[in-house]
């Protein structure tokens, strides 16, 4: 724009000092908003009747001067559950900091500092409007929130661990978007999560829910282990955990013991590799080795994998049709051949009929899955909904150095009644740093197989926003008188006394339903912990 007028302009020099000066005063106020109206939000999933949505940053500090507006809805005839997971905001007075609900009955907020704010809104609508702002700030983590519809009201927050409960047995609902959010969880699906793990991002590990829908889980509390063995599962590292007091496992419907294959027989691939060793034997690496209980090489691809036009497969036939609940897989698990599959897609389909890709929850694109990240060490991927199908194909997208893979499929027999593939058709958001690990390759790959970027969209609302700006201190005014209105928190079920203050405490345990955050102290403990079990382990 400069650069044009500064052209135009170029011989008239009285003229042009005072387009410039016009084009100065036109476009300051631009600038100012430009800055003003920057995305505050962080990530946000949505599905149809559950999501998780943070500030900018979050749990880092929220940026200086941001804006984040987004309408919330579940569908009609429900009322919508608000949950706040965590509320930082630094600011006393709410004036150019702050969280604030509207509805198109009610108002709840402006919410910052240490406000007493209720953890749980029940709204009388399916539709609130969240917004939150940000001015000039040095700390504050921001917030995060959850929401639901009224079916579900034992929803929790992405943040609640297992250890804010007494109870040895219980039923929450998780919602969509856990995965993304910072915090440790420890243990396997098998073995049983240690009690400090986030239950919504173990339930995701364990494939008990898929991150883009949410769901119920069930939850086991029972004695823990001295050692927790972590595992890369659907797309969530656990980490290993020292011993602890209490771990939890979930109930499932049990569809996932391991389906037996007959390598001869059942399994085929593309192609397979074959050199001659030192002394002077062949060696394969034959699609009959891809079973994971087996020792020894895996099945690795012929050279023809180099041909980035052709993409490589496994093919298992399970001789009938069965749901297949999961697939775990491994690379080469030989330490001198340092050869895994880093991420592919699935294949499936009955006797004569053509083959079918396993698509996404709410997109129609391929779902790619997270594989391996070395040789050695089992990934499992969950497939919610299941897969029914007789044949498998896995489809290697990105490897290291050359496809290699063991795999094992997770399953059970199908009986009329419970065969069923379900394929959900709503739509879900994924917006901001959700963004996946870059994944680098160390052999260049087709570009038709580079992995799709999430779905991203983002709600800005610019009229309303610069509508707010130009009302400034009016609007504040207008809320506050609005906010003293009768009772805000109208429904009995959001009366509780205990309040979103208490998340300052990390250390007040006991209220079976409130959440202590503390990252640094939570850290501290995990160490001190970790120092005290490693010499009782000795
Ligand atoms: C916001 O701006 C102030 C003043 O420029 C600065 O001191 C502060 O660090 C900034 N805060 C953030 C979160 O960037
Ligand atoms: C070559 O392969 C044969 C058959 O697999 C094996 O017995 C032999 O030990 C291998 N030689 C070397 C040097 O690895
Ligand atoms: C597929 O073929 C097998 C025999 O090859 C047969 O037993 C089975 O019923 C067929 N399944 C379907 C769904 O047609
Ligand atoms: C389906 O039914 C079969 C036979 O009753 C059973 O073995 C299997 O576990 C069931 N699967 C699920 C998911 O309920």
Known sequence: MVAGARGGCATAGAARRGFLALLLAV?????????????????????????????????????????????????????????????????????????L??????????????????????????????????????????????????????????LERANHYLKTEYSKFCPAGCRDIAGDISGNVVDGYRDTSLLCKAAIHAGIIADELGGQISVLLRKGLSRYEGILANGVLS?????????????????????????????????????????????????????????????????????????????????????????????????????????????????????????????????????????????????????????????????????????????????PSNDSLVWPRTSSNTVGSTKREDETISQPIPSEEMTKGLNITTVVIPLVLLALLIAGVGTFAILRKRKKKGNPYGSAKTQKTDCWKQIKYPFARHQSAEFTISYDHEKEMTQKLDLITSDMAD
């Open 239 to 415: 980490r290993d955990g020292s011993l602890s007091d209490k771990r939890f496992l979930f109930t499932s419907n049990g569809c996932s013991t391991s389906l037996s294959l007959e390598p001869e027989r059942q399994i085929r691939a593309s192609s397979s590799w074959e050199w001659i060793n030192e002394t002077g034997d062949q060696v394969r690496w034959s699609p009959g080795q891809a079973r994971l209980q087996d020792q020894g090489p895996s099945w690795a691809s012929g050279d023809r994998s180099k041909n980035h036009k052709q993409r490589e497969w496994l093919r298992i036939d399970l001789g009938e049709r069965k749901k297949i609940t999961g697939i775990r897989t491994t690379g080469s698990t030989q330490s001198n051949f340092n050869f895994y599959v880093k991420s592919f897609v699935m294949n499936f389909k009955d006797n004569d009929s053509k083959w079918k890709t396993y698509k996404g929850i709410g997109n129609n694109e391929e779902k790619v899955f997270q594989g391996n990240s070395n040789f050695r060490d089992p990934v499992r991927n969950n497939f919610i909904p299941p897969i029914v199908a007789r044949y498998i194909r896995v489809i290697p997208h990105t490897w290291h150095q050359r496809i290699a893979l063991k795999v094992e499929l997770l399953g059970c027999q199908i009986t």
């Open 101 to 158: 609900f509207t509805s198109s009955s009610d108002q709840y907020g402006p919410y910052c500092g240490s406000m007493t704010v209720p953890k749980e809104l029940l709204l009388d609508t399916n539709e609130v409007t969240v917004r939150f702002e940000s001015g000039s700030h040095i700390s504050g983590r921001g917030f995060l929130l959850t929401y639901a519809s009224s079916d579900h009201p034992d929803l929790i927050t992405c």
């Open 27 to 99: 476009s300051a106020p631009l600038w100012l908003q430009a800055e003003k109206l920057g995305d505050g939000c962080g990530h946000i999933v949505t599905y149809k009747d559950s999501g998780t949505m943070t500030s900018k940053n979050y749990p880092g500090t929220y940026p200086n001067h941001t804006v984040c507006e987004k309408t919330i809805t579940v569908p009609k005839g429900k009322r919508l559950i608000l949950r706040l997971g965590d509320l930082d905001i630094e600011s006393q007075t709410c004036a150019s900091d702050y969280l």
